[in-house]
């Protein structure tokens, strides 16, 4: 039995790379499923099936620092926390500190304000992000995390809405 068959028959995830994977039946062919979305893969279409193992304590929960960006810009490329492994459509969710939120308030205002107009309400712990042509308005509330045993405020600046990535 090889590690796909076991996953699919013990329902245990694969990991490979930091990215974890479903193993599940589609139209009578076993195939990954990258939690949180992106390309489903057939198994026996995999070019490359060394470097996945057996997932045996599950996603991780807790907090990891990185640098995150928004299409690969330099000047939107921020340092905030995420979970590996916890994606949504395959993108990071990453959370930021509140200083570096205004940053990222900042930089949307500057490099994207023909789209967005962000602003700080620091009366209500939070940050609102207007859509300009949809006339939309997205609220960011504050929230507390722990990363090592540190009680952090953060936001989670359009989390599962923009495409982050790790860098």
């Known amino acids: 039995m090889d590690i796909f068959d076991k996953a699919l028959t013990e329902s245990k995830l694969l990991v490979k ?3 974890y994977y ?14 949180g979305g992106g390309i489903v893969t057939r198994v026996c279409n995999l ?10 304590s599950g996603i991780p ?7 995150f960006t928004i299409d690969n810009d330099p000047n939107l490329t921020f340092e905030g926390y995420a979970i590996p492994g916890d994606l949504w459509n395959g993108f990071d969710k990453p959370v930021f500190e509140v200083q570096v939120a205004s940053s990222i308030a900042e930089a949307v205002n ?3 304000g023909d789209y967005y107009h962000c602003e700080r309400d620091n009366e209500n712990n939070r ?8 006339d939309y308005t997205h609220e960011m509330n504050d929230f507390e995390i722990e990363v090592d045993g540190k009680k952090l405020v953060v936001v989670s ?3 599962s809405n923009w495409c982050w990535e790790e860098v």
């Open 17 to 19: 790379d930091g990215v």
């Open 22 to 35: 479903e193993v599940r039946l589609q139209d009578g062919h076993a195939c990954i499923f990258p939690v």
């Open 47 to 56: 070019k490359v099936r060394e470097g996945f193992q057996i997932a045996d």
């Open 61 to 67: 929960k807790t907090y990891k620092k990185g640098f």
């Open 110 to 112: 500057e490099e994207l």
């Open 127 to 134: 940050f609102t992000l207007k859509e300009l042509e949809g």
């Open 157 to 159: 600046f359009m989390t």
